[in-house]
């Protein structure tokens, strides 16, 4: 059984910060990719970041310049910086991880954290 336990989300005002956390474990062989997904009331769930499991991460667009997404593969763990953040970035974030059991591979998601942009 693989789990990602995301920790880190809360009420921020805009132009503030918040970094979230995602640790995954179990029996994980490997982790390929791992990203970040939000999704708004009445809205897709959409991807934010993504790393991954060697190369350049990439971005939606609304977000360049202002997240910034990195892991520790020695703690099974990805990060998300998010900073000037804004009311559109109002969402629950879920943690997204490609993760190698036994040779087979399988998306894991998070059970998400939400973030409220407001002042």
């Known amino acids: 059984q693989v789990q990602l336990v995301e920790s880190g989300g809360g009420l921020v005002q805009p132009g503030g910060s918040l970094r979230l956390s995602c640790a995954a474990s179990?029996?994980?062989?490997?982790?390929?990719?791992m990203a970040w997904y939000r999704q708004a009331p009445g809205k897709q769930r959409d991807l934010v970041a993504r790393?991954?499991?060697?190369?350049?991460?990439n971005y939606a667009d609304s977000v360049k310049g202002r997240f910034t997404i990195s892991r520790d593969n020695a703690k099974n763990t990805v990060y998300l910086q998010m900073n000037s953040l804004k009311p559109e970035d109002t969402a629950v974030y879920y943690c997204?991880?490609?993760?190698?059991?036994?040779?087979?591979?399988?998306?894991?998601w998070g059970q998400g954290t939400q973030v409220t942009v407001s002042s």
């Open positions: 179990g029996n994980i062989r490997s982790i390929n990719a």
């Open positions: 790393m991954p499991g060697g190369g350049v991460p």
């Open positions: 997204n991880a490609y993760c190698v059991r036994d040779y087979v591979g399988s998306d894991y």
